[in-house]
């Protein structure tokens, strides 16, 4: 009996300690964001969801940023929205997700290029400056 109450007092501190606040904190920017400031910290994931639709061909790009060594591309993904009956050629969201490496500031500039194009001072254009601290 002993033994089973110290294992029900013991599963929710483990448990608790388990779901702590001290993980990694991501931020989030959407397009509503284009021209702000983001504040990170150190290991900090930042997290971009800009609109796209990829039957168009277009793309966005990293392109023409400062401080490209403070922000670290972890992954690049696509989330359809909802086809309705069947549909094609559906748009959604591009998902950019990066780290925050060391301190500093950084301008994150993302551009939505047209297939087999460089990218333009004309294309559509998405940039947020992020702070980076301790």
């Known amino acids: 009996m002993r033994c089973l109450l110290a294992l029900l007092l013991t599963v929710p501190f483990v448990l608790t300690v ?3 606040s001290t993980g990694v904190r991501t ?3 959407d397009e509503t964001m284009n021209g702000s400031r983001v504040s990170l910290r150190v290991g900090a994931v930042l997290t971009v969801k ?3 639709n990829p039957s ?3 793309r966005w790009v990293r392109t023409g940023e400062t401080g490209t060594t403070l922000l670290t591309e ?3 993904t696509f989330d359809r929205s909802p086809a309705k ?4 050629g ?5 998902v950019l997700r990066y780290r925050a490496e060391r301190i500093g500031d950084s301008t ?4 939505l290029v047209p297939p087999g194009r460089n990218p333009d001072p004309e294309d559509k254009r998405y940039r947020i400056t992020v702070v980076i601290a301790d």
Do not use: F, I, K, N
């Open 90 to 94: 559906v748009g959604g969201t591009r």
């Open 56 to 58: 168009t061909g277009y």
């Open 27 to 29: 931020v989030t920017a």
């Open 74 to 76: 972890l992954d690049d």
């Open 18 to 20: 388990g779901c702590s």
């Open 50 to 52: 800009l609109p796209e």
């Open 85 to 88: 009956d069947g549909a094609v």
């Open 108 to 111: 994150l500039q993302l551009d």
